[in-house]
């Protein structure tokens, strides 16, 4: 079994900066693929940003220049640190982990944490 534990939302003014973390653990035997999504109210959850195994980055068009995801591959955490924030970044984020295990491999979603912008 994995578990995911996500930290880092909270309640901050637009143009200010916070640091999502998302960990993993349990019985991994290999890391893919992370990503971050996130969920706005009476909205569909969207992806916000991806990194692979090989380090390679990707962005959604409303976040780029602004998020960078990063990992850290030892401890098997997942970053975003998210600067220059606006009011329409108000949303519940969530990671998602590509695992392999001894029962395969699929993805796991943390428990979401909540990033409100707002003066």
């Known amino acids: 079994q994995v578990q995911l534990v996500e930290s880092g939302g909270g309640l901050v003014q637009p143009g200010g900066s916070l640091r999502l973390s998302c960990s993993a653990s349990?019985?991994?035997?290999?890391?893919?693929?992370m990503c971050w999504y996130r969920q706005a109210p009476g909205k569909q959850r969207e992806l916000v940003a991806t990194?692979?195994?090989?380090?390679?980055?990707n962005y959604a068009d409303s976040v780029k220049g602004r998020f960078t995801i990063s990992r850290e591959y030892a401890k098997n955490t997942v970053f975003l640190q998210m600067d220059s924030l606006k009011p329409e970044d108000t949303a519940v984020y969530y990671c998602?982990?590509?695992?392999?295990?001894?029962?395969?491999?699929?993805?796991?979603w943390g428990q979401g944490t909540q990033v409100t912008v707002s003066s």
């Open positions: 349990g019985s991994i035997f290999s890391l893919y693929d």
């Open positions: 998602n982990l590509d695992v392999r295990t001894y029962n395969g491999r699929r993805g796991y």
């Open positions: 990194i692979t195994s090989a380090y390679i980055t």
